[in-house]
């Protein structure tokens, strides 16, 4: 079946602009995961569905980051003034349950440069 | 913060050797999960290992987890250049629902 996929594949932007990146699970999936990933470096935790509702934000860097999942399936991570420091590649994942207890799928990522 | 610091940063080896990957991690977890990512196809789940688990296999690959270290190892046997890749760890915290993932170890297979 179709895996996780995310729009656009690229986005180029200017500083203080806003931005929207857009992930759709694999159907069925309960939790939804948004990871940002920086050269060099692991993917990094934003914020977590379960269902329809963020479980858990505590990653999101800012107020400027937010994220909703409004029917429990697609997912929208908006960026608002975004800043040179925001480029990287945002990464979603999706799994059946909670993240702890199963592999999670991940998309192929949405590389943000803000010029 | 990252939790899980993989070792060593990098490793080049020839194919048909073993590669051993090691990862350490700061808090008590319930499991500990390994992750690979190349340029085509993304990050991949490779293998999930529980807490009360000490030895897991998968194939060409076998993971350790010895808690009162707090560390991990994957070792891929019999390298294939299609081996080439970042492998991560990552990690949840007792009481918490999500994955930190380590800065990887990036694995160059040569023919």
């Known amino acids: 079946g179709a895996g996780v996929s995310q729009t656009p594949s690229n986005k180029v932007t200017e500083k203080g602009k806003y931005v929207e990146l857009r992930c759709d699970p694999i159907s069925g999936h309960t939790a939804l995961y948004w990871y940002r990933q920086s050269l060099g470096q692991g993917p990094e935790f934003l914020i977590y569905?379960?269902?329809?509702?963020?479980?858990?934000d505590s990653g999101l860097p800012n107020d400027r980051f937010f994220a909703v999942r409004p029917e429990g399936s697609v997912s929208t991570l908006k960026i608002q003034r975004t800043e040179r420091g925001d480029s990287a590649v945002y990464l979603c994942a999706s799994s059946p349950g909670l993240a702890f207890d199963n592999e999670q799928f991940f998309g192929p990522g949405t590389r943000l440069t803000v010029l | 913060s990252q939790q899980g610091e993989e070792d060593p940063q990098a490793l080049s080896i020839q194919e048909g050797e073993n590669a051993t990957m090691n990862c350490s991690y700061k808090?008590?977890?319930?499991?500990l999960q390994w992750y690979r990512q190349n340029s085509g196809r993304g990050l991949v789940h490779l293998i999930l290992?529980?807490?009360?688990?000490r030895e897991k296999h998968s194939g060409r690959l076998r993971v350790t987890l010895d808690t009162s270290k707090k560390s991990s190892s994957l070792l891929i046997t019999a390298s294939r250049a299609a081996d080439t890749a970042s492998y991560f760890c990552?990690?949840?915290?007792?009481?918490?629902?999500?994955?930190?993932f380590g800065k990887g170890t990036m694995l160059l297979v040569s023919p």
């Open positions: 990552a990690t949840d915290a007792e009481g918490y629902s999500t994955l930190t």
């Open positions: 290992i529980r807490s009360n688990e």
């Open positions: 569905f379960q269902g329809t509702g963020a479980a858990d």
């Open positions: 808090t008590s977890i319930n499991n």
